[in-house]
């Protein structure tokens, strides 16, 4: 019997896990990872906070270097031009093509920007935009991010030496992760100067940059390189040209109107404002008008404002289904709408019944773990094996680091589809911890937890057990107690 062909599209975390998954339960087959970029994205030093939680550091290396286990991985530095799916053929860049048995495209995503084609809005995803906007940044008085996501909450930490106008749609910052709550207790950190010691710098997670980063091009469209992952931002020198900490203000509940050219400005008549609300007579490259009416010049805008998932080049021809987000819709078998055709992380919304704890969101460990189970579910289809959901889809967990504090994030986190239906038990202690706890129908559904609070392994029992916490619940946050005690 000749071998099986799996074919992977994509050299991120996806991808690549996926090849290395493939590698290992796959047998009599042909695994060939296909990247645009010869960076692909390994996960080291894994360890395990909960069965759910994981910590790692993210490494960049040259695009051979793929984990193998049972069989092969071929790694072809190329693109993909197009897809068509009746023939199970792939149309590569280079004029040549790819036929396979079994295809999983994990082709990430792009960032979604507020302005294209305009020098001055930058998005931020993988390396070369990241060198862009350093270069950009080296002579910045001042810049003005707009979005209230990740990349946002991280930039305004991490940069230095230039002043911050921070545009939100929202009444708090970093409302895609975190309660107005815990916005209010990052509030304090906002403008304090980061924390460059060994110690603040050791509790992160480490991200090394390959420099010889070179992304192929599609005769069709750009195409962008891996997406930066945890702690992208700790080791860059991410500094404008004042000689400053942080100076970072905050426009809260508005968007961008308008992008506006010095030339725009004069011939309508418009003034710009200063952070104090006088008059701006700086003369600034690029103006925002924001939905206030307030005018700021800067000398970057950085979009930080979502990512688009990169789905394009395997559309024409194809029956493949998109979900509102733009998403290829997989099901729980990580299956497209076309046969054969699997997809994961970015580029892909999960279209399952989800378990009532999880939620897709376009992250590093999710786009992991999909890459993972996909190649499970590519090799069962194969020997017409039966699979059942992968148990880390059972419970939503991301940890991170936000104003260097640690951030778990659990199950419906921010009361995802509760309505008003909910109860909440809340710990802060200012400067140190910040525990949020949700409660729905007496049991744990979700919770916050920022700081050293120790809490994430027993919360994360409570909400996989769906304990009643009806006897326990006035206590369930008290410091000093043991809450592992109520259930011996
Ligand atoms: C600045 C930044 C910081 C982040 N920080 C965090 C964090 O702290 N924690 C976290 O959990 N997540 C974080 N994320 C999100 C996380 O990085 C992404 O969710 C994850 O990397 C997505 O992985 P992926 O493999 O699906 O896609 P990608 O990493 O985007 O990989 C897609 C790959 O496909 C290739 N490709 C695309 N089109 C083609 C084609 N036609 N032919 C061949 N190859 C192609 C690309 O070159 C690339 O190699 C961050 C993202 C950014 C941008
Ligand atoms: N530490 C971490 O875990 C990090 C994770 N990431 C991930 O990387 C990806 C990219 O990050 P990022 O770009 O920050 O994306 P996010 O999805 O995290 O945040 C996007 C933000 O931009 C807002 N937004 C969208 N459109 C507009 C608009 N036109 N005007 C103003 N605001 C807008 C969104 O609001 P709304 O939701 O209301 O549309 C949201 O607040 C995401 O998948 C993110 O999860 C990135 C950095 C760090």
Redesign the pocket.
């Known amino acids: 019997m000749p071998d099986l062909k799996y074919v992977v599209?994509?050299?991120?975390?996806?991808?690549?896990t996926c090849a290395e998954t493939l590698s290992l339960f796959a047998e009599n087959a042909t695994i060939t990872l296909?990247?645009?970029?010869p960076?692909?994205?390994t996960v080291t030093n894994l360890i395990q906070i909960t069965p759910n939680i994981e910590s790692f550091d993210v490494e960049e290396q040259p695009y051979k270097h793929v984990k193998e286990g049972h069989c092969k991985v071929q790694v072809i530095h190329?693109?993909?031009?197009s897809l068509c799916a009746q023939e199970k053929r792939l149309h590569l860049?280079d004029g040549k093509t790819l036929d396979y048995d079994q295809l999983c495209i994990?082709?990430?995503?792009?960032?979604k920007l507020i302005a294209v084609d305009n020098p001055y809005v930058l998005g931020?995803?993988?390396t070369e935009s990241?060198k862009e906007f350093q270069k950009k940044l080296k002579t910045a008085q001042r810049i003005v991010i707009v979005g209230n996501g990740?990349?946002a909450t991280?930039l305004v930490y991490e940069l230095e030496g230039c002043e911050v106008i921070w545009a939100i749609k929202d009444k708090s910052i970093s409302h895609t992760f975190v309660d107005a709550g815990a916005a209010e207790f990052f509030m304090a950190h906002l403008n304090k100067a980061k924390d460059n010691s060994p110690e603040g710098l050791s509790k992160r997670?480490k991200y090394t940059t390959n420099e010889e980063c070179e992304?192929?091009m599609?005769d069709k469209k750009p195409?962008?390189?891996?997406?930066?992952?945890?702690?992208?931002?700790a080791q860059l020198d991410i500094r404008g040209a004042q000689q400053m900490s942080h100076r970072v203000h905050v426009e809260h509940e508005v968007e961008v109107e308008r992008v506006l050219s010095p030339d725009d400005l004069t011939l309508l008549g418009l003034k710009a404002c200063s952070v104090d609300q006088g008059q701006d007579f700086t003369n600034w490259p690029v103006y925002v008008q924001l939905t206030n009416s307030k005018i700021y010049g800067c000398d970057i805008i950085v979009s930080a404002t979502g990512?688009e998932p990169?789905t394009e080049?395997?559309l024409p021809g194809n029956n493949i289904d998109l979900a509102p987000d733009g998403g290829m819709k997989v099901n729980s078998k990580m299956e497209t709408s076309e046969p054969h055709v699997y997809a994961?992380?970015?580029?892909c919304t999960a279209c399952w019944d989800p378990s009532p704890y999880w939620q897709q969101m376009?992250?590093?460990?999710?786009?992991?773990q999909?890459?993972c189970y996909a190649a499970k579910c590519m090799v069962a289809a194969t020997k017409g094996e039966n699979i059942t959901l992968d148990f880390c889809f059972e419970l939503f967990a991301?940890v991170?680091?936000f104003f260097n504090f640690k951030v778990i994030l659990l199950g419906k986190f921010n009361a995802q589809n509760l309505s008003n239906d909910y109860e909440v038990l809340l710990r802060v202690t200012k400067g140190q911890e910040y525990v949020k706890a949700i409660l729905h129908n007496n049991r744990l559904v979700g919770a916050i937890l920022i700081g050293e609070t120790d809490l994430e392994e027993t919360f994360e029992n409570l909400i996989l057990n769906g304990l009643d916490l009806t006897a326990f619940k006035d206590n369930l946050l008290e410091p000093g107690i043991d809450v592992d005690d109520f259930f011996d």
Request: hydrophobic share 45%; proline share 3%.
């Open positions: 599209v994509g050299g991120g975390i996806a991808g690549v296909l990247s645009a970029s960076l692909i994205k190329t693109t993909v031009n860049s994990c082709t990430g995503g792009k960032p931020i995803r993988d990241v990740g990349i991280e997670l992304v192929m599609s195409v962008m390189g891996s997406a930066l992952g945890p702690d992208w931002a990512v990169f080049v395997f994961a992380g970015d580029v376009r992250l590093w460990s999710q786009a992991r999909m890459g991301h991170t680091t």
